[in-house]
């Protein structure tokens, strides 16, 4: 099994811009998270998913932040348009559901840097 | 929510044993203990976790006090790759949320 995969692995883009993370968790898992590291604020959850419809999504920042899973074996964190302060590392994770009888798999991150 | 504390940091030589304590004197009869860890500019990791009983995997063992107010990480013979931050949580049976505190930064020396 590959793991849960997260592209890209860094990002640099302006403010303003549009910025496109993606995540393929693994296959069978019908939880997804996405999680944001900053050295401020931590490990924070922004988004959680089940059987691709969104369960929590009080962590997202502001409007400029959204998720989707089209599908099973994808998801996308969207943020438009992009402010110096999103910049940390964005974390995808899955887990077979949101119990806690069962770890979570995370991926290597997307560092991101809105300059 | 039962919050855990840990040490800031801990040091050990590699091939030793490594202990790591978590404390959680709030814990809730149906609190999961679990562990997660850090690499350097990795995502964290899932260790092991427990309920009651005492639990072994590949990565580690987790023993947790009989009156489950405390437990402890035990990593029974370090290598470098184990220096990474560990995180102690608790979760509620149907909690999906992991809340990740400031964990114990373990350094291991060879």
């Known amino acids: 099994d590959a793991g849960v995969i997260q592209s890209p692995r860094h990002e640099v883009t302006e403010m303003g811009q549009e910025v496109t993370l993606r995540c393929k968790p693994i296959?069978?898992?019908?939880?997804l998270f996405w999680y944001r590291q900053t050295m401020m604020r931590g490990l924070e959850l922004l988004i959680y998913s089940n059987n691709n419809v969104p369960i929590d999504d009080s962590g997202m920042p502001e409007d400029r932040f959204s998720a989707k899973m089209p599908n099973a074996s994808f998801s996308t964190l969207k943020i438009q348009p992009s402010e110096p302060r999103d910049s940390a590392v964005y974390f995808c994770?899955?887990?077979?559901?949101?119990?806690?009888?069962?770890?979570?798999?995370f991926g290597s991150g997307t560092r991101l840097t809105v300059v | 929510d039962a919050k855990t504390t840990q040490p800031n940091s801990m040091e050990s030589n590699e091939e030793e044993p490594v202990h790591l304590p978590c404390n959680h004197s709030?814990?809730?009869?149906?609190?999961?203990i679990h562990w997660y860890r850090q690499l350097p500019s990795q995502g964290p990791e899932y260790v092991i976790h427990?309920?009651?009983s005492n639990v072994n995997n590949r990565m580690a063992s987790l023993a947790i006090a009989e009156d489950r107010k405390s437990s402890t990480l035990i990593l029974h013979r370090a290598t470098l790759r184990d220096a990474a931050v560990y995180y102690c949580i608790l979760r509620l049976p149907n909690d999906y949320k992991l809340s990740f505190g400031a964990g114990t930064t373990v350094t291991v020396r060879a």
């Open positions: 427990g309920l009651t």
């Open positions: 709030t814990i809730s009869g149906t609190d999961y």
């Open positions: 296959s069978g898992h019908n939880s």
């Open positions: 994770a899955s887990s077979p559901t949101g119990g806690a009888g069962y770890g979570y798999t």
